[in-house]
């Protein structure tokens, strides 16, 4: 059974630094790879998602790899901002049912 | 209207209650999903509709009972709930390849905070 583990559970840093976070799973049949960005009270919008193929996406400030032997993936958030504070979710895709399992999420707080 | 929408944003209900909580996809995408959040707990999937057919249903309880009328909408009818039902039920949509539900993101809505008393 597909377990997915998000570290650490939260995080608080000054405006400005860099940053990572961690996401690991248990089974390494998966179809992808996405991270989602969950603001409070609201649904979620996915950030990056990275085929099983692939090693790393980018899409501004942010950049996703995959480590799919290792079953790891981190989120690296550069020059952080306090409108980066949400809940960071991890999510593999199943190969076998194409079914989303997900982490825990990690819940980010970027202080002024 | 765009994107993924869910009505009604909050509701509470007693346990005798019967209520319907409903989502609109305006993304022209061919599945919907029902999700389960409670709180430090990773989503949990309740159902997949993939081409408005049911194709995954997680063992989720009797008292929930979903509709899929076309591929724009979907509902979740609730009776009978319990307190440990109370959550965030959120919906996603996405553009899938088969039946068993492709490898597009989803697209989620605002979710319905639900409250049984």
């Known amino acids: 059974k597909q377990e997915v583990t998000q570290i650490p559970a939260a995080l608080s840093v000054p405006e400005g630094e860099n940053l990572v976070l961690n996401c690991s799973f248990t089974d390494s049949a998966i179809y992808n790879l996405q991270w989602f960005r969950q603001d409070p009270g609201k649904g979620l919008t996915s950030l990056l998602l990275?085929?099983?193929s692939q090693r790393e996406q980018t899409s501004g400030r942010l950049n996703a790899s995959l480590d799919k032997s290792s079953g790891r993936s981190t989120l690296y958030i550069a020059a952080s901002q306090p409108g980066d504070s949400a809940t960071y979710l991890c999510?593999?895709?199943?190969?076998?049912?194409?079914?989303?399992?997900w982490g825990a999420g990690t819940k980010l707080i970027i202080k002024p | 209207e765009t994107g993924v929408t869910q009505t009604p944003r909050h509701l509470v209900m007693g346990m005798t209650n019967k209520k319907s909580l409903k989502c609109e996809q305006h993304?022209?995408?061919?599945?919907m999903y029902w999700y389960k959040q409670s709180a430090k707990k990773p989503l949990e999937l309740m159902f997949v509709y993939s081409l408005e057919e049911r194709v995954e249903n997680n063992s989720v309880p009797s008292r929930f009972s979903p509709e899929c009328p076309n591929s724009s909408h979907l509902f979740l009818h609730l009776h009978t709930l319990q307190p440990e039902d109370s959550a965030l039920y959120l919906c996603?949509?996405?553009?899938?390849?088969?039946?068993?539900?492709?490898?597009?993101?989803?697209?989620f809505g605002p979710g319905t905070r639900l409250t049984v008393l």
């Open positions: 990275i085929q099983s």
């Open positions: 999510a593999v895709l199943m190969d076998s049912n194409y079914q989303l399992i």
């Open positions: 996603a949509s996405s553009q899938v390849q088969d039946q068993r539900g492709g490898a597009d993101t989803q697209y």
């Open positions: 993304l022209g995408h061919n599945a």
